[in-house]
């Protein structure tokens, strides 16, 4: 079984200023990783993945992530966010052997001018 | 253009009543899923099908049931709808190979009264 925490429920920052949402996951077996955002009264969308190689992952909209396998975690970061991040970030994990794609709980971002 | 279409954005419906939610993919995806999103738990996988009628529980399946009867549909299906199954509906689709990304539909809004 699979498990994804995001310890943030909801990140207040100013625009402009850098941004971090923390992503921890455990599994017994090897996974992938992704982030997506929902901005308001829309479906997800995909930000970036992790699939394998390079531990810091680029995506869109100026976000990036890493990939701690030690620690497990994926933690995703902005460095200077805009008032149109505001929006709910989620991460997500599914088993490199199995088709199951689980959530964490979602970080509510608002970013305030 | 992908896409992931849910029959419906809102509804509304009676404690008891037998309720269907509709989703319809265009990109020829193996892979579907239907979750529920509620404020704090996130999306919680209810279930999924990997194949034409094929299906596989998820975490929170009791009161749901599915029907995968051709590939670009899955449906979502209350028994005997009861308010605390009022929530947000989305649904996705992925293709087989595990590192490409879910696409999701903009969800349907349930209210049971």
């Known amino acids: 079984a699979q498990s994804v925490t995001q310890l943030d429920s909801q990140v207040p920052v100013f625009e402009e200023a850098p941004v971090e949402l923390r992503c921890n996951y455990s599994?017994?077996?090897?996974?992938?990783l992704f982030w997506y955002v929902q901005y308001p009264n829309q479906g997800l969308q995909l930000l970036l993945k992790?699939?394998?190689?390079?531990?810091l992952v680029k995506g869109i909209n100026g976000f990036e992530a890493e990939f701690n396998k030690s620690q497990t975690s994926f933690h995703l970061r902005k460095p200077s966010v805009h008032i149109s991040d505001t929006a709910e970030y989620f991460c997500?994990?599914?088993?490199?052997?199995?088709?199951?794609?689980?959530f964490g709980g979602g970080t509510r971002v608002l970013v305030k001018p | 253009d992908v896409k992931v279409t849910q029959s419906s954005r809102y509804l509304v419906k009676r404690t008891g009543e037998k309720v269907f939610l509709e989703c319809v993919q265009d990109?020829?995806?193996?892979?579907m899923f239907w979750y529920r999103q509620d404020p704090g738990l996130g999306l919680r996988l209810i279930y999924f099908?990997?194949?034409?009628?094929?299906?596989e529980k998820g975490d929170i399946p009791e009161g749901y049931s599915v029907s995968r009867e051709k590939k670009e549909r899955f449906s979502l299906i209350l028994e005997s709808a009861s308010t605390n199954q009022t929530s947000m509906y989305l649904c996705?689709?992925?293709?087989?190979?595990?590192?490409?990304?879910?696409?999701f539909g903009q969800g349907t809004r349930l209210t049971v009264v």
């Open positions: 997500a994990v599914i088993q490199a052997a199995g088709n199951k794609l689980t």
């Open positions: 990109m020829d995806h193996e892979n």
């Open positions: 992790y699939l394998s190689g390079s531990t």
């Open positions: 996705a689709s992925s293709s087989l190979a595990l590192n490409t990304e879910a696409f």
């Open positions: 599994s017994s077996v090897s996974v992938y």
């Open positions: 099908s990997y194949d034409v009628k094929m299906k």
